[in-house]
């Protein structure tokens, strides 16, 4: 089979892709899906294990009531119809990951169905356009274990030994599966992106998991076909599996297009097949024979009632549902005079949260805005942490903010204020107080400071007396300078004009 790829622009023009993705969300609940086992994320390997979700002999499975109800809210938020009466199955397969040899999941009798997410993807030239991407299903199960396999290659071929983690086995998942995407052209990569970014955040805005992927507790596998342009056909697709990040997503896309297109025009035919993701290349590798449903052995759970979610139930979940997120995103894009790129870094900085509660605090929208995208992403930027995740809390941030606005700091020493918080030196108030931060306004240590900025600086001085009040920045400096950043800049450009007139 051939390994080069076709140049992408190349091959939408000749081919028609068609997208399917298969969405992994790992439910925040503080128990697994069907023991009792805790779900902390990092303890150490197989400490978080019992006989349940190991599938020892004799014992007995138990739904989780709080994870069936985050995916009735998933459903709802997905427009889908809620089962009245569903159930679970077992999936046979021999996989090391899954200690019982099968996975208990959902196949014919999911417990949601038939619904829509629509996708606002960003124009080259600004705007956006609406997609809708239909959900064939979106059901219950269990996630499996987490193998490592030990060697050069991170592959279980060329190995020198494999472990197995169970902590992960038996987390409850929903699993949000799309029908086929098509008509898309050259945004195929664009569309699939937009999905799962929007996907992520309605799952976050309903509470039911952090969404992390970096922790692989929402994880995309990216199906992809292509077929001749104009055939309305589907062609053979191919699985990109655990896809944990929005720019793979796109990227996993943009290369199989081109890896499939160049497999057709050599005369080949595309196997059905899982694909590997390879973060660091940007390239997949052939993983094994893509199995169908046949190949599982579906059956139903025989340890497991039936779900049957009464309507009473469903419509109070549908009371708790959340604003949906595109909703919000507008609303508050319109309050906050925000523009449409502004609105973007926002949401794609992981800051829309921590801005409107900074905003309820008392700070105006472009402030917090600033402080967020600022100061404050390149502190967790460089510490390769989420902004969500930094010692500081919006109120903080709304603080340091009105001690700028009444001229208790200015911006230099408002970051210093911000990076003592970050230290655990305590509020911004304490901060200020214990550093000694606070602006010099006082007139006499301003005049002082200004009369030996004067004296050092002659010929400055004399192109102010001469009418160049512009050239009063220099001595302000050099004042700023002298105070160590201290001073209030307004006052000692009063004072210098009041000398040099």
């Not at 086992?37 to 007995?60: D, I, K, R, V, Y």
């Not at 997905?78 to 990951?97: V, W």
Request: glycine content about 8%; charged content about 25%.
């Amino acid at each position: 089979m051939s390994d080069t790829l076709v140049d992408y622009d190349d091959a939408v023009s000749r081919y028609d892709p068609a997208l399917g993705l298969e969405v992994h969300v790992e439910l925040g609940t503080a128990t697994k899906m069907f023991c009792g086992c805790t779900t902390a994320f990092g303890a150490e390997p197989n400490t978080q294990t019992c006989p349940t979700c190991l599938g020892l002999p004799g014992s007995m499975p138990v739904a989780n009531r709080t994870a069936v109800e985050s995916a009735i809210r998933i459903g709802l938020a997905l427009g889908c119809s809620i089962s009245e009466d569903c159930r679970f199955a077992r999936k046979n397969y021999f996989y090391p990951d899954m200690p019982k040899n099968f996975q208990t999941s959902q196949y014919d009798e999911p417990i949601a169905f038939d619904g829509f997410l629509d996708v606002d993807v960003p124009l080259e030239g600004g705007g956006t356009e609406t997609v809708r991407v239909e959900i064939e299903r979106a059901h219950m199960e269990e996630d499996t274990g987490k193998s490592l396999h030990v060697g050069t290659s991170g592959r279980i071929h060329g190995a020198d030994y494999s472990l197995v983690d169970y902590n992960r086995a038996g987390i409850p998942l929903i699993e949000i599966v799309t029908r086929p995407v098509t008509g898309l052209g050259a945004r195929a990569p664009e569309v699939a992106r937009a999905y799962v970014a929007q996907l992520r955040d309605l799952i976050v805005a309903l509470g039911v998991s952090d969404a992390r992927m970096d922790q692989g507790s929402i994880r995309a596998d990216v199906n992809l076909s292509l077929a001749p342009a104009g055939s309305g056909t589907l062609g053979t697709r191919t699985e990109t599996k655990n896809v944990n990040s929005l720019r793979s997503v796109e990227r996993a896309v943009r290369y199989e297009v081109g890896r499939h297109a160049a497999v057709l025009d050599a005369g080949e035919k595309v196997f059905q097949e899982t694909r590997h993701w390879h973060e660091d290349t940007g390239i997949t590798t052939a993983g094994r024979e893509k199995s169908d449903a046949d190949d599982y052995r579906y059956f139903p759970e025989p340890d497991l009632v039936p779900v049957a979610p009464s309507r009473e139930w469903v419509e109070e979940l549908r009371g708790t549902l959340p604003e949906p997120p595109n909703v919000r995103r507008a609303r508050l894009q319109e309050a906050w005079g925000f523009s449409e790129l502004e609105m973007r870094d926002t949401v794609g900085a992981g800051a829309l949260d921590l801005i409107e509660q900074t905003v309820a605090d008392g700070a105006a929208p472009q402030a917090a805005r600033k402080w967020w995208l600022g100061e404050l992403a390149r502190r967790a930027n460089d510490a390769g942490t989420e902004l969500v995740d930094l010692a500081v809390t919006p109120a903080d941030v709304a603080r340091v903010q009105a001690l700028v606005e009444e001229g208790t700091v200015n911006d230099k020493l408002a970051r210093q204020v911000l990076e003592g918080v970050l230290a655990g030196e305590g509020t911004p108030d304490e901060v200020v107080a214990a550093r000694g931060l606070a602006v010099v306004s006082d007139d006499g240590a301003l005049s002082a400071a200004v009369d030996e900025a004067i004296a050092a600086n002659p010929d400055v001085a004399d192109k102010i007396r001469d009418g160049k009040v512009a050239a009063a920045g220099a001595l302000i400096g050099a004042v700023m300078k002298q105070m160590k950043g201290q001073a209030d800049a307004a006052r000692v450009r009063e004072l210098i004009l009041e000398k040099l007139s």
